[in-house]
């Protein structure tokens, strides 16, 4: 490789960087749905020889597929239909045909060669979340599907392109297995016009430097990147580090989901292993990783790196350092034919046990748990022609925890994704509802010497008969956001419809929800956890939450005892009360995660996972759901949420220990 000038490097580094962000623009000016013209669910990079990406935006898209591979799905395009040529473009959404570039059906993935003097100099790459590839229900994603085949059309990777032609093959079959396919067809479009873009932008760049320069400055960039991780790396205290925590359940049962890892950190590397993980779900939220160091299970590692050297470059150079064991078989590594259509609500949860494994190597820099949830809402109602209107609302989340000197951002979290909302008039413009409130939730946000930030409120009406609601990824509705170093955990979400009248019914996770003109429905999410001892919050910090109505002076005085007398500061009885209090130190999981731990303790929970990945993939769901329903027998119908006595949890522990002695 020719070593290049630093200067020079940088400029390259800046020009491709400017490069992806213009492909990104031109995919969001041109999309059709609002997914991608309003939401940002999509992401353009470039990619080097070895598929890993070597340029991506830093401020536009979904900011967390930087590790995303596209060799595989290129190798296998020219294994089995030939060498790639000028003007072709791959197509795919196939998790395990794609060995993970794509995660679920819905994210259609495209790589088209950028050729110079006949041969590749780099790849275009782009991925938009489209509207529907058919499957069982309206926007093909459902927590229900137990198994791939009935979450829509698997496209492997495949030619849609043949020297600039559109395979009218693959086109049939696209539109042949959609609710919404000229809608599917505009962003297909769209996706088209930022990778045209791109080869745009490179054939210009190749006019002002030299084609050995760029293929040099490639893998150069990788190196640098790779050089900052190390060095972040290094900075850490070395050694082992592990955390878990749990999805509320797997959508078909009242059964938790356990998700762990143990980090390991030595010499600027660092290895994550998920052993500990519960196997594989018979519902839609496993990760299909291949047992990579995947995207969806490396993100906050790649987010540490960022935060502690913002001027490290964005590229795949940055997880270089990072090696990985996540158990085949597992929620973060399926087997075939898993469904997946869920996964981002386990890929928050690793998120979440990465952070707490960090926090203990670093708990003046890591925050408290995010909201823990990104809920995107869809709506679908029959429209004139017969068919069906399918768009998203709102990709509904939380706020982001606490940290040491800071408080968590109110109604905003970029944890997974880099997501914008939705304006109201363009979602009432585009379906029968009308939004009647979204805002922050009061009281929400974890208590702490630095609050935790609000989760968020939406209500709306249905205007059209016959509509569906659907609102995958629900979580944190049992669970709590924990709070760290004392600071307590954020309130849980909940759905609630027609509240407040005659037909109000509350609800947990959905599937496809029949509603009726009229209707109200109402998203409330999580808010994060707090950070520190909440009665060493500066009472001016609570005052200035109770007027912008983040805190109401009742959560005032029980979390944070602070005391109004007639809506004046009372210095002398909040000192009073602050004193008498008995503040904890640690993380606080609260009160669920607290009995449930009670029963199923960290060490007995890695001994039945192991025991039960020893198990033929056949039986390994129904011995867990067994086991789990063995010992929960004799507890209150409402546990977690009620704990259980003295006597009942010794029952429940001697239980799961005869079942983990047979195992």
């Known amino acids: 490789m020719t070593r290049l000038d630093p200067v020079l490097l940088e400029i390259l580094g800046n020009k491709f960087a400017s490069v992806t962000e213009e492909m990104c623009l031109t995919l969001q000016r041109t999309g059709r749905t609002l997914y991608v013209k309003e939401t940002a669910d999509f992401a353009c990079a470039l990619a080097g020889a070895d598929g890993r990406f070597f340029a991506y935006p830093r401020s536009i898209g979904v900011s967390g597929f930087v590790g995303l591979e596209c060799l595989p799905s290129i190798e296998a395009v020219i294994a089995l239909q030939g060498a790639l040529e000028p003007g072709d473009v791959i197509l795919t959404n196939d998790p395990y045909r794609s060995t993970g570039l794509a995660t679920h059906l819905p994210d259609l993935h495209m790589i088209e060669p950028y050729f110079h003097n ?10 938009v979340h489209c509207s529907d590839v058919g499957g069982r229900v309206a926007s093909s994603i459902s927590p229900l599907n137990t198994e791939i085949f009935q979450e829509g059309l698997r496209i492997p990777p495949v030619k849609l392109i043949r020297k600039g032609q559109m395979s009218n093959e693959v086109r049939l079959f696209l539109d042949a297995n959609s609710r919404t396919p000229e809608a599917n067809m505009g962003d297909i479009n769209a996706m088209l016009a930022s990778l045209a873009t791109g080869r745009k932008r490179v054939a210009q760049m190749l006019g002002q430097h030299d084609p050995q320069e760029l293929s040099s400055a490639q893998g150069a960039l990788m190196d640098y990147a790779a050089g900052k991780a190390e060095a972040v790396l290094r900075s850490i205290p070395e050694g082992k580090y592990s955390f878990s925590d749990y999805l509320d359940d797997d959508a078909a049962s009242r059964l938790p989901v356990r998700v762990a890892v143990t980090i390991e950190i030595a010499d600027g590397k660092i290895h994550l292993d998920f052993t500990g993980t519960d196997p594989q779900v018979a519902t839609a939220m496993n990760i299909p990783s291949c047992g990579r160091p995947h995207a969806w299970l490396t993100l906050r590692m790649l987010a540490l790196v960022l935060t502690l050297d913002p001027s490290a470059p964005l ?14 078989g597992s929620l973060v590594n399926p087997e075939e034919p898993a ?28 925050p408290a748990a995010a909201s823990g949830t990104v809920i995107p809402i869809v709506v679908s109602e029959p429209n004139a022609t017969g068919g069906r209107t399918v768009q998203v609302v709102e990709p509904l989340i939380g706020g982001t ?27 009432e413009a585009e379906l029968g509802v009308e939004v009647l409130h979204y805002g922050l939730r009061p009281d929400s946000g974890g208590a702490g010497e630095w609050r935790g930030g609000c989760g968020m409120e939406l209500s709306f009406r249905i205007l059209t008969e016959g509509s569906n609601v659907l609102a995958r990824g629900m979580e944190r509705l049992l669970f709590r956001p924990w709070g760290q170093s004392g600071g307590q955990p954020g309130k849980p979400g909940s759905l609630v419809i027609n509240e407040g009248h005659p037909r109000e019914h509350r609800l947990g996770k959905i599937d496809v929800l ?7 429905v109402t998203f409330r999410t999580p808010g994060a956890g707090g950070w520190g001892n909440p009665f060493e919050r500066a009472p001016e910090a609570v005052l200035a939450d109770i007027e912008a109505g983040f805190v109401t002076p009742e959560c005032a005085r029980r979390d944070y005892g602070l005391v109004l007398c007639n809506g004046v500061f009372d210095a002398e009885a909040t000192a009073a009360l602050r004193e008498a209090a008995s503040p904890k130190s640690a993380t606080v999981f609260g009160p669920e995660r607290d009995a449930w731990d009670s ?21 390994r769901q129904s011995q867990r759901r067994e086991i789990l329903e063995t010992v929960l027998a004799d507890l209150p119908s409402s546990f977690p949420r009620s704990p259980a006595n003295d006597t009942q949890r010794k029952t429940a522990i001697h239980r799961l220990e005869t079942w983990l002695s047979s195992l």
């Open 599 to 619: 029963i199923f303790a960290p060490g007995l929970m890695d001994q039945l996972n192991a025991g039960l990945l020893a198990l033929p993939l056949s039986r």
């Open 339 to 366: 469904a997946t259509g869920v996964r981002h609500a386990a890929a928050i949860r690793v998120n979440d046990i990465l952070n707490g494994a960090f926090a203990l190597a670093l708990p003046d820099v890591m």
């Open 514 to 520: 029949e509603v009726s003109a009229g209707d109200v």
């Open 401 to 427: 925890g606490a940290r040491k000197g800071h408080d968590g951002v109110d109604g905003r979290d970029s944890g997974i994704s880099n997501l914008a909302n939705n304006p109201v008039e363009t979602v």
């Open 118 to 127: 006949g041969e590749i100099i780099a790849y275009g790459w782009c991925f």
């Open 315 to 328: 590229n795949a150079g940055l997880l270089r350092p990072l090696s990985i064991n996540a158990p085949l």
